[in-house]
């Protein structure tokens, strides 16, 4: 057995025995669901982190650098500075007003069906479509990392699916927390060992390390010889529309990530608000310190790997492993490639449990059943079989798609989403007075719909390709973009505001006007809050 | 409120006068109070975000500028918005604690008079 495959059989091991330990206190909606709210501010802020930091960040990010240098390090700092709009705006009144998910919210003084069904369709659509992309790439990573072992993509689709299904299904919303903590503290653990390796090179001198970025040796497409500076900026974003693609990436995350449902559902997991407002301060610590270090993964990969080695064993994505290769050998790529896997895992399964709590509570129960629970565990059933559900999808679709699929615009497409449609939404709701249902489901049907049609006429997928790409790595559309930017942000949020402060102009909805007073308290005290269960 | 069968159902607030609540100077001076941290805070945290971008983008030569040996402004300044972000949330965890105690009092006026 190689050494990757035993640290994967490792990881498996331990979180299934938490699954089984969590899946003896996973009775009762809010134990599956929100972990009994009794989840501590430390815990949650990790978790948060683990939830968060996907293989796109973890893996993407040091290949963008050690590919396109500086460029690749302000999605860096973006993904940190998003938190600013959790902590400032969302995170609170979501916990005070809300119960399970982010539809609570808004179903408070409006008409809970119609926004409780475009609130779980557009949470659907984020979630599914994530981790479709996260899919796609644990496939084809596993199957590269663990190809001594004969694992191939399918297998390994398979193999991720699975496990994810079986730490919501069997282990809910507790199971996942601590997939997710043991996942963010591995993760900090391997990047800081890495970075300290990489100093380590350099014989402690920061000075030679950024020397060394400042001449970065690789081969062009013609083959010729080139010496670069991979701390200037524009390597990637050229104009003369790359400064607001720039810009308008910035936009999807900063309002983005406050509207990611699989992040929201996470401040339920706490006692209260206080609790909700510290996790998201831990979370800040550790993800910004994460990002931070990707200084000394990505341009550590260029400078001591290269771009010319990593291309011919791998790829981008490859970047971190093999840097860990190069710097401690064949044990410590082990031990990277493990992480990264255990990455993967953590998102996808945060993503199935925030994609099936709002099926069954946001959908079966209060638009199909009105609000009501037809018989005790009525709602966890539902979501345990949504959760399959989800993720039999996901593994299906991944697996038609393929490994080479050109799937890296989902990510793009659900921080899109998230800005445009949800998170208007919600605070307009939290914020605005006159607000209304017919308000709320243009906003969010407009956020969705701007989101995916500025998408499918982006570079993204409409492009003329080289005969040599085939198969789903060819763009969908063998024609020149219509939109110029991969990042859609920057039209579609204005959208989805204007959508939804045109729609409450278009009518007039007394009770949710007085009911604003009650949300308005219910949000900024915590007033009659959901309380953690007593066991 | 739906029937599940939970150990500890919401609260019970069915009585509280919440239009009495929000009209009261406790909750307008919580509400004023957060505004004056929130809205400036939240104001400067975008324009200092997007100048990043912005800057990078659109003067990518003066950005290129090298400040301490090879490393430049571009990445001093992204590197600032880390430490610029965790500023204003310390700030911010700071000024919330003393949100945390007008919440409180409005909470115990209204268990005593609301029901």
Known sequence: MSTPLVMFLGFIAVTLGITYWASKRSAGSSAYFAAGRQIKGWQNGIAVAGDYMSAASFLGIAGIIAFQGYDGFLFSVGWLVAYLTVLLVVAEPLRNAGKYTMADVLAYRLRPRPVRAMASLSTLVVSTFYMIAQMVGAGALVALLLKSSGITFQTAVIGVGILMIVYVVFGGMLATTWVQIIKAILLMGGTFLLSILVLAHFGFHIGQFFNAIGAVTYHDAKGAVVVKDFLTPGLRYKPPYGPLDLISLGMALIFGTAGLPHILVRFYTVPDAKTARISVVWAMVLIGSFYIMTTFLGFGAATIVGPDFIKTHGGTNMSAPLLAQALAGDVFFAFISAIAFATILAVVAGLTISASTSFAHDFWTNVIHRGVERKPGEEVLVARIAAFVVGAVAISVAILLGPTANVAFLVALAFAVAASANLPVIVLSIFWKRFNTVGAVSGLSVGLLASIGLIMISPSLMAIDPPTVVGTARHLFQRPAIFPLENPGILSIPLGFIGAIVGTFLSSEPSAESKFNELLVRSNTGLGSEKAVAH | ?115
């Open chain 2, 1 to 115: 409120m739906n029937a599940m069968p939970q150990p500890i159902q919401r609260n019970e607030t069915s009585g509280t006068d919440w239009d009495r609540i929000a009209e009261s100077s406790e909750f307008k001076d919580l509400m004023s109070t957060k505004k004056m941290f929130i809205v400036p805070a939240f104001i400067f945290f975008v324009v200092y975000y997007f100048a990043l971008p912005a800057l990078v983008g659109y003067a990518p030569g003066l950005m290129s500028t090298k400040v301490i040996g090879n490393v430049n402004l571009a990445y001093l300044f992204a590197l600032s918005q880390f430490f610029v972000a965790w500023l204003i949330a310390y700030l911010y965890v700071k000024a919330a604690g003393g949100f945390d105690k007008l919440a409180k009092d409005i909470i115990e006026k209204a268990g005593k008079g609301g029901k």
